[in-house]
């Protein structure tokens, strides 16, 4: 009897996945964190709602700011991780500028649904931290690196 060869399902989750979601999430939280520090006025008060958000009670603990800078990283790990596998699993016959446009437009997406629907219920004053632009230019921000990220990643992957 012949063993017929099955092709690994594009729906499975493979450690470079999540190895080049890990990157692109970083990479992406990173850019966030930089871009505030450089342009908000108090980059610790917007880390301070970060945390706020989440953990309503924690917002004016001393050590909120690291608690809203790590918290922000475990959600940009998180969404790099899940950038990752929709890349593979929704467009894997796709070109690469296609698939970094993709998660260029996931990320202003997220920022739209955040801005405009779940921050103003959640907690409207996050979303006065820091003006529109500059919070949507943080999220461009991320979608760039990530992108980037991914499309590195996933070709040295394959070489």
Known sequence: MNAVATPISTKTVTSADIQAGLAAGFFGGLAEVLWIAATANEPA???RGVIGTIFPSM???????????????LIALALG???AVGVRW???K????AKAFAVFASLIAIWATNFFVVLPIWNPEFV????YGV????????GVAAAFTLIGMYRRSKA
């Open 135 to 142: 919070s949507l230019m943080s999220k461009a921000l991320f």
């Open 128 to 131: 006065t931290l820091v003006p």
């Open 81 to 83: 991780v899940a950038l």
């Open 94 to 97: 796709v070109a690469s500028p």
């Open 59 to 73: 917002a004016s603990s001393s050590n909120a700011v690291a608690l809203g800078v790590t918290a922000h990283m």
């Open 90 to 92: 929704f467009l894997s």
């Open 45 to 47: 008060v917007v880390a």
